[in-house]
């Protein structure tokens, strides 16, 4: 028998308490799925300890959507997925694991989790771990004091170790018992495969609990943790958004300690997966998402919201605005009330005002587009200025077309280029016109109508006082 691991993964259960048609492993905290997180710990824990684990789901309720959403993201993962066809309770979970995974027995150690424990950290398992083996026990299970342990199951310590009672079986006096099961636990696998087929289901649930197997007579011992919020199990959404905000205090506190000046952090949703580099000062009220990086000294105002976005160091992305897959160049200048769309590509030394909003569009060095306009499937030349009010008409009602502009051009505000349109380089563009065609470097274009201008003739059109 190596020293390995089983590692076993409880996410069958309906997670009927949430209300709401997702399964509980693939609620989202932070951008990232529950059952996400603890294999992603669990993977840490094994890498850094240098273990043999093998990985174990057990899966039921909408078991193809968990299943596929785990396979997506941990693609270099080796994940055993087992079905338990009818949920009776967790130690009928783990007899379905022995069923169904012959090799269970070669692994020494077998760890058993629930997939609704994002908190967990690797710390944990390690000191369970290290517990196990230097006392030689044959279990051992994790245990924190709870404000308020309501539905969870408690450890009744007695003169010969502990037993678990869960709270619909407990009696008034074990209810009022503050330390409970954290539904951690990591068995000797002989062990756990000698009794579990012995589990019974005389209980108020009529479920085969897993607990009944960390008894007062065995060797077996219960660890107690300090700090609740590690065990948080998501239950219900109200405990799903208290599991997001301790995540989110950990990714904030991360950033804080790199040398990233975060601002009023309870206002702000940044992922985990999100880089920020040093100095960089993000105002309140900022959502910053997935693949975002920002660099050093860059200001992020306040209601920004970045959604896999990178900003290279120095710019300014200024408030409220709304960037996504776009790419910002150093020394570059966004907002306020921006927004990049997707393919957006803004050099260095680039400005984009007000209310401007872009797609598919590169802007090399030192181009401005600074004030309210349209700028979609087009590439902008170095230092070219646009003026208020510039449109890129690239669709024409069945195909978008490209507009090229060269470097070093003006165009003047309240222009509306048609494309496919190409305006070369040192080009200037009349305030006001229309541009179909093609405007040749160094050209100067105009088109728009000739003023009118009549003496005298404005009180035909003035009410009369
Ligand atoms: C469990 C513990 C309780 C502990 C609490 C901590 C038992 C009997 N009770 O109760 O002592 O205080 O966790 O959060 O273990 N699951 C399956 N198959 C099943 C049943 C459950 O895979 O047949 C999975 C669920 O999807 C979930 C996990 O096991 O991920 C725990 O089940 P849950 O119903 O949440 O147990 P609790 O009532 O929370
Ligand atoms: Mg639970």
Known sequence: MSDGFNIVILAAGKGTRLKINTPKPLCKALGKTLVEYVIEELDSFSQDQNLQADFNVIVGHEKDLVQKSIEKNFPNLKINFIHQKEQLGTGHAVQTFFENNQQALK???????????????????????????????????????????????????????????????????????????????????????????SLDTNNKSGEFYLTDLLKKDRNVSAELFEDEN??????????????????????????????????????????????????????????????????????????????????????????????????????????????????TKIGDQCKIGNFVETKKAQLDKGAKVSHLSYVGDAQIGENTNIGCGFITCNYDGAQKHQTIIGKNSFIGSDVQTIAPLSIGDNAYIGSGSTINKDVPDNAFAIARERQTTKEDMAKRFLKKK
């Open 107 to 197: 692994n020494k150690n077998t760890l058993v989790v629930c997939a609704d424990t994002p908190l967990l950290t690797q710390d944990i398992f390690f000191s369970l771990y290290s517990r196990l083996k230097r006392n030689d026990l044959e279990a051992v299970a994790a245990t924190f004091m709870a404000t308020d342990p309501t539905g969870l199951g408690r450890i009744v310590r007695g003169e010969k170790g502990f037993s678990i009672v869960e709270h619909k079986d407990a009696s008034d006096g074990e209810l009022a018992i503050k330390e409970v099961n954290a539904a951690l636990y990591i068995f000797k696998t002989q062990y756990l495969r000698s009794h579990i087929d």
């Open 230 to 343: 590690l065990f948080l199990g998501v239950n219900d959404l109200v405990q799903l958004e208290l599991a997001e905000e301790i995540l989110s205090a950990r990714a904030i506190r991360k950033l804080q300690r790199s040398g990233v000046i975060v601002k009023k952090t309870s206002s702000q949703y940044i992922e985990s997966s999100v880089e920020v580099g040093r100095e960089s000062i993000i105002y309140p009220h900022t959502t910053l998402i997935g693949q975002t990086k920002i660099g050093q000294n860059c200001i992020i105002e306040s209601g920004v919201v970045l959604k896999n976005t990178v900003v290279l160091d120095n710019s300014v992305i200024r408030a409220n605005s709304y960037c996504e897959s776009a790419h910002i160049g150093n020394h570059t200048q966004v907002g306020p009330m921006a927004r990049l769309r997707e393919g």
